[in-house]
Structures are given as C-alpha cells and as structure tokens.
C-alpha cells in the first residue's frame, strides 16, 4: 500500500524557520522524483520545490528560492523542506507528491498534507 506521510508544520512566527519531513513507503522511493507543493485558501496548488531521482539535482519555485531547501534520503525513504526566513506569504498547506513517468503510464501519489502558519 502506497502511503506518503507529511510532518512537521506548524506555526512559526516571520523569520522562523520549519522542516517539514515526508516518510514513503509501498513504492520504490529511489525512482521516483520527489515534489513539494502548496495551497493557500483561495489559491491554487503550487509547487514549490522538487529533486530528482536520477541524480538528486533540485529546483524550485521563484518566491522560495533561497529560502527553501528540498532534500532526500533514499536509504530512509524520506524527503525534507527546510524553510528559513519564513514569510506570511508562506502560509499554507503543504504537500509531499511522489512522481514517475513510464511511458506511456505515469504514476502521481500526495501525502495528506501538513498546516504551515506564520503569523506574529
């Protein structure tokens, strides 16, 4: 049974930081590229931060780069976000995405999500 389990949020008051964690587990972890994505009320879903399988290379989104940093542990089955310099802006539901592409088929599985507040 495929599970994604997202940890870690809270509330954090502006400049704080957070790390949200994300434990995998029913699939092959390694081959598979590992995704943050948010949603603020009102707001559509948006990633935020992503590393690849292949080689662990990263990218993300414009309004966290520099901030954020995405990272994996394949021998763990664990993937992380640690936020720094929070923001409001930053307010959200986070989710942990698990992603494969195999064509023709691909395969897409979410976490349930995690509540980041900042707010003084």
């Known amino acids: 049974q495929v599970q994604l389990v997202d940890s870690g949020g809270g509330l954090v008051q502006p400049g704080g930081s957070l790390r949200l964690s994300c434990a995998a587990s029913?699939?092959?972890?390694?081959?598979?590229?590992m995704r943050w994505f948010r949603q603020a009320p009102g707001k559509e879903r948006e990633l935020v931060a992503s590393?690849?399988?292949?080689?662990?290379?990263?990218s993300y989104s414009d309004s966290v780069k520099g901030r954020f940093t995405i990272s994996r542990d394949n021998a763990k089955n664990m993937v992380y976000l640690q936020m720094n310099s929070l923001k409001p802006d930053d307010t959200a539901v986070y989710y942990c995405?698990?992603?494969?592409?195999?064509?023709?088929?691909?395969?897409?599985?979410w976490g349930q999500g995690t509540q980041v507040t900042v707010s003084s």
């Open positions: 995405n698990a992603f494969m592409r195999l064509f023709p088929d691909q395969y897409n599985y």
């Open positions: 029913g699939f092959t972890f390694s081959r598979y590229a």
């Open positions: 590393i690849s399988s292949a080689d662990g290379s990263t």
